[in-house]
């Protein structure tokens, strides 16, 4: 299944980039012919995917709510063990969807810390994204934040899990009851995840997942939206078909976010494949956990081993007010092996337009968003990185460190160039 990228030269020769002079930075031939990218797709068994493949196009029954939707939908939610999955083309307008479906308008709250999806998914329907700040152990919301944010004019809040990670979501839970609000989650990183034992996709009213191709499950592009909520799951559904209610009667206004049958397809042969996909990519987070630890001011970020996880993200803080380099530096240094570790999700949704115009003064309100943004990179994994690659990547890592004086050095240097 897994297909390795290929190491320049032989394995040997990679034992030999002991010296500064063996790093890319200073002329050497990159670690990685090919770029190790932080993620390529998880393809399942490619013979299973054809097959569905040949039937869908002797079906001709491409979209629509096909027979692979479907039973994508009903695998979704038995495996999630939530009443209602409606398959959608992306978790963007599955976003959309839930938040409209939800009545939310006004302001709706949301952490910065996130892919811009999150906010433009609330700006895109008018509503005021309002960007709270993060708890550095979580990543996730802060609830204190948010019921400091909310005003008058605010119906909503939207937690993000990211990296797969659980959101304060019994504190938010409380919150929304209090204070009345519709609460959902963005869980675009956590399909296959758990919180106490629940899986993602049964808190608050509604959740979404993404399948996008570089998410743990893929259906190329695509999405979902989860719920318990029979009333909403019918709201959704007929949203998602331009408000059809059945042939020439619409019944509501609504968009076009069918998922095909090809995506599908792709999905439900993932599925077949998920826990390989889960056991590689646990195995790669605790070789990074292990190679790298000890080093100073380099921190990867723990998931909690106890619930179910999908280890989809390798997340690594670099404090540079203790690492010898900062992430920045890092990063190029690895850039330049071909290792394309990427910041996420730099610089902040705040610091984007347009809500960088917005709120020019957002960032003084998030410190914690603003810590992470400096620190956060992430490391290739999922099924297409092995064992041989991170032990590269952490060696190339350790040797960086290293000679960090004369690497930085070298940065600037380059930088002053125009390199
Ligand atoms: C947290 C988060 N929300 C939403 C999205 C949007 O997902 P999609 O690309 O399926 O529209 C992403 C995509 O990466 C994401 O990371």
Redesign the pocket.
């Known amino acids: 299944m897994a297909c390795q990228p290929r190491l320049s030269g032989r394995w040997q020769w990679v034992k030999t980039k002991n010296r500064i002079e063996d790093l890319a930075i200073f002329g050497a031939k990159p670690a990685f012919e090919e770029p190790l990218h932080v993620g390529r797709p998880n393809i399942g068994r490619r013979e299973s995917f054809l097959e569905r493949v040949n039937a869908i196009l002797d079906r001709r029954w491409l979209t629509n709510n096909g027979p692979c939707v479907q039973q994508f939908e009903h695998a979704v939610a038995k495996f999630l063990g939530v009443r209602h999955c409606v398959a959608v083309c992306?978790?963007?307008?599955a976003?959309e969807l839930a938040i409209r479906a939800l009545q939310m308008k006004g302001e709706v709250i949301v952490p910065s810390f996130?892919?811009i999806?999150?906010a433009h998914a609330l700006q895109w329907q008018g509503i005021t994204p309002v960007f709270s700040d993060v708890v550095p152990s979580t990543h996730g919301i802060d609830p204190r934040r948010v019921e400091e944010l909310i005003t008058p004019r605010t119906t909503g809040i939207i937690g993000?899990h990211?990296w797969g990670k659980p959101c304060a979501v019994e504190a938010l839970a409380d919150i929304a009851h209090r204070r009345g609000l519709a609460l959902m989650f963005?869980a675009?990183?956590a399909f296959g995840c758990s919180h106490q034992g629940r899986m993602i996709g049964n808190f608050g009213r509604a959740e979404?997942f993404?399948?996008?191709a570089?998410?743990f499950l893929n259906t190329l592009?695509?999405?979902a939206i989860t719920t318990n909520d029979d009333e909403l799951a019918v709201a959704i559904r007929l949203m998602k078909n331009f408000g059809f209610a059945g042939q020439d009667k619409v019944v509501c206004l609504g968009t076009n976010g069918k998922m095909n049958e090809i995506s599908a397809a792709m999905a439900l042969t993932g599925f077949e494949s998920m826990d390989a996909f889960v056991e590689h990519n646990r195995r790669n987070y605790r070789q990074y956990m292990e190679e790298l630890e000890g080093l100073p001011g380099l921190h990867i970020f723990p998931y909690d081993e106890s619930e179910k996880c999908n280890y989809q993200y390798v997340v690594l803080e670099v404090d540079d007010t203790a690492s010898p380099l900062s992430r920045d530096e890092l990063m190029t240094a690895l850039r330049a092996e071909n290792v394309l570790a990427r910041r996420y999700f730099y610089p902040g949704c705040h610091r984007m337009e347009p809500y960088a115009s917005l709120f020019p003064d957002a960032g003084a309100h998030l410190p914690e968003t603003e810590k992470l943004t400096r620190r956060v990179l992430v490391l290739p994994t999922g099924t297409s990185v092995g064992t041989r690659e991170i032990r590269l990547v952490c060696h190339i890592v350790r040797l960086a460190l290293t000679h960090s004086t004369l690497v930085r050095k070298r940065i600037c240097e380059q930088i002053r160039l125009g390199l």
């Open positions: 992306n978790a963007t307008i976003l996130t892919f999806a999150t993000v990211l963005d675009a990183h979404v993404s399948f996008h570089t998410k592009e695509g999405g």
